[in-house]
C-alpha cells in the first residue's frame, strides 16, 4: 500500500458549555482545529486531527502546524502507512521537533492499518482491557459557586471526575477548589490544573492552602524545576502535564518532581505511537495514567478512546471524550459517552466514519487528487 494523497482542512470547533476560561486570561470560545486524510493506492482512507487551543497554551498554533504538513506530506508521498514504524523516521528525517504537525499523520496512519487489517486500533496497541472506564470533564475558571455549580450539574449527567481550571490568585483559587470539593462526594475525583499559571510563590501559597483537602494538583509552574519546589513539602500527589516532553522527562517526573501521574497529550508527543510508548512506561513505573490532547471532536476523541481502552483500569486517572465538551462532531457525534463512562469503538482503525462533505475544500493538498 502507498501514500497517494493529503488534504489538509480547517474546521472550526466550539465549545459546547460557552466560554472556556483558563489562567491566565486565557479564553476560548471556538478553536480553529486541524485535520488531515492520507489517501492510499488501495482506496483506504486515514483521518488524524490536532486541534490548539489557542496560541499561547503550548508552543504551537495553527498556521504553523500547517506549514509543517505540507512538508511532511510531501515527503510521505509513496510510503506505506501501514508500515508506521518507516512513517516516523521518514518524519523525523524530514523536520526536526514538530511533533504537533506529526501527530495528525501518526494517527490517520493508525486508523488505515486498522482498516487494512480490519481490527480496531485498541486491537493492534494491546487489545482492551478496560471496556468502561470513566471520563472526565474540565471545569472552566470562574467564580467559586459558579465552579460547584458546573460539578453538580455535571455530577447529575454522570460525570464524577474534574479538572479544575486554577492558576490565578491563589487565595480565589483555594475557594475554587473547596467549593468544587464540596460539590462533590466521597468518590468525586477533582485535579486542580494551574496549567502552569502560578508563579513560584502563588504555587507554594496555593498549594499549601489545600493542604489536607483531597484533590491533585497538576502543573502548578511552567517548568518542571518550578513544580518542583512549589510541590516540596506537600502531601498533595502532583500531576505534570505541559512540561513533560518526551521519555526522558517521564523519569525526572517520578524521581525529582515525586509525581504520580503525566498528562499525555498526543500534539506534544507526536501521535498515537508515542503516546503508546508512554502509556506503557507510567505502568511499568507505576504511576497513573492520564490521556488527551490539547482539543478537539470526534477524531482525537476516537484515538484518545483507543488508549483508554488499552490502559490497566487502575492506571487510568483522567481521560475525557472531547465530543462532549464541543462541536466537533465531524462523525456524527461518534464515538459517544454514557452516563460518565466511554469506550473505544470496534469497528475497524479508529472505529468511526468522517463525513468529509462538513469539511468542504482542503486549504492544501499534496500528492494527487
Known amino acids: 500500500m502507498k501514500i497517494i ?201 496555593a498549594v499549601q492552602g489545600m493542604a489536607g483537602l483531597p484533590v491533585f494538583v497538576e502543573q502548578p509552574c511552567r517548568s518542571t524545576a518550578d513544580c518542583i519546589l512549589a510541590h516540596r513539602g506537600s502531601s498533595l500527589p502532583l500531576v505534570l502535564d505541559e512540561s513533560i516532553v518526551n521519555h526522558d522527562e517521564v523519569f525526572r517526573a517520578k524521581y525529582e518532581a515525586n509525581a504520580v501521574s503525566i498528562n499525555l497529550k498526543f500534539g506534544k508527543l507526536g501521535g498515537l505511537t508515542n503516546v503508546v510508548k508512554a502509556r506503557d512506561l507510567l505502568q511499568d513505573l507505576n504511576m497513573a495514567v492520564s490521556v488527551e490532547d490539547m482539543w478537539g471532536g470526534d477524531i482525537i476523541t476516537a484515538a484518545t478512546s483507543h488508549i483508554a481502552a488499552t490502559t490497566r483500569p487502575e492506571s487510568l486517572l483522567m481521560t475525557p471524550f472531547f465530543n462532549d465538551w464541543t462541536d466537533g462532531h465531524l462523525a456524527n457525534y461518534t464515538p459517544r459517552s454514557s452516563g460518565g463512562y466511554g469506550s473505544a469503538p470496534t469497528a475497524p482503525g479508529l472505529g468511526i466514519e468522517v463525513d468529509s462533505q462538513r469539511l468542504g475544500t482542503p486549504i492544501f493538498s499534496v500528492g494527487s487528487r
Open 5 to 205: 494523497g493529503i488534504d489538509v482542512y480547517s474546521y472550526t470547533v466550539g465549545y459546547a458549555h460557552g466560554t472556556y476560561i483558563m489562567s491566565g486570561d486565557r479564553v476560548a470560545q471556538t478553536e480553529d482545529g486541524t485535520v488531515v486524510r492520507i489517501r492510499t493506492d488501495e482506496g483506504i482512507e486515514g483521518w488524524g486531527e490536532i486541534t490548539t487551543l489557542g496560541k499561547v497554551y503550548l508552543p504551537t498554533f495553527p498556521e504553523g502546524i500547517r506549514t509543517a504538513l505540507k512538508d511532511l506530506g510531501e515527503a510521505l508521498i509513496g510510503q506505506d502507512p501501514t508500515n508506521i514504524a518507516k512513517i516516523n523516521r521518514v518524519m523525523n528525517a524530514t523536520l526536526m521537533g514538530q511533533e504537533f504537525a506529526k501527530s495528525p499523520i501518526d494517527i490517520a496512519c493508525w486508523d488505515i492499518k486498522g482498516k487494512a487489517l480490519n481490527l480496531p486500533v485498541s486491537s493492534l496497541i494491546g487489545g482492551v482491557i478496560n471496556e468502561r472506564f470513566p471520563i472526565y470533564e474540565a471545569v472552566p475558571l470562574t467564580a467559586p459557586e459558579e465552579m460547584g455549580a458546573f460539578i453538580r450539574s455535571r455530577r447529575a449527567a454522570g460525570i464524577n471526575r474534574f479538572q479544575l481550571k486554577v492558576g490565578n490568585n491563589p487565595f480565589d483559587d483555594i475557594a475554587r477548589v473547596r467549593a468544587s470539593v464540596e460539590a462533590g462526594d466521597a468518590n468525586t475525583v477533582i485535579v486542580a490544573d494551574s496549567n502552569g499559571g502560578w508563579s513560584l510563590a502563588a504555587a507554594k501559597l
